[in-house]
């Protein structure tokens, strides 16, 4: 610590230093609050919105089957799909949840007997 002593202006840089960080922080915290005032109010819980009056939209389970596609050897560009998506499909007259075979992995790829092979 006696080296600082001896050096003219050895304590000033560290606390000019301080001195700029604490006034950033100051200018900040002033922006931030001057930021939020200029924001809309949050929304008053009256204005929230409402369910309809006949309850939640409910959700939709059906199993799809996909449409063919046509084997005449041509290529078919994608606008020439039909539907929405990647792949058109139609409401499957089979209505039953499908369950997976009793010994399978359920794993994509192999098919396989899984652990209990």
């Given amino acids: 610590m006696e080296h ?14 301080g001195l700029g960080i604490a006034v950033l922080l100051v200018w900040a915290v002033w922006f931030g609050i001057r930021t939020r005032g200029r924001e809309q109010r949050p929304p008053e819980p009256q204005e929230q919105p409402r369910l309809p009056a006949d ?27 039909k539907g929405s998506g990647n792949v058109a499909s139609k409401r499957s007259d089979d209505q ?3 369950r997976w075979n009793r010994g399978s992995s359920g794993a994509f790829g192999s098919g396989g007997p899984g652990a209990r092979g």
């Fill in 55 to 81: 309850g939640p939209v409910g959700s939709v389970t059906e199993h799809r089957e996909p449409d063919e596609v046509p084997r005449d050897g041509g290529r078919l560009t994608p606008h020439q799909l």
């Fill in 4 to 17: 600082l002593a001896a050096v003219p202006g050895g304590g000033l840089a560290p606390f000019l230093t």
């Fill in 96 to 98: 039953r949840r499908r």
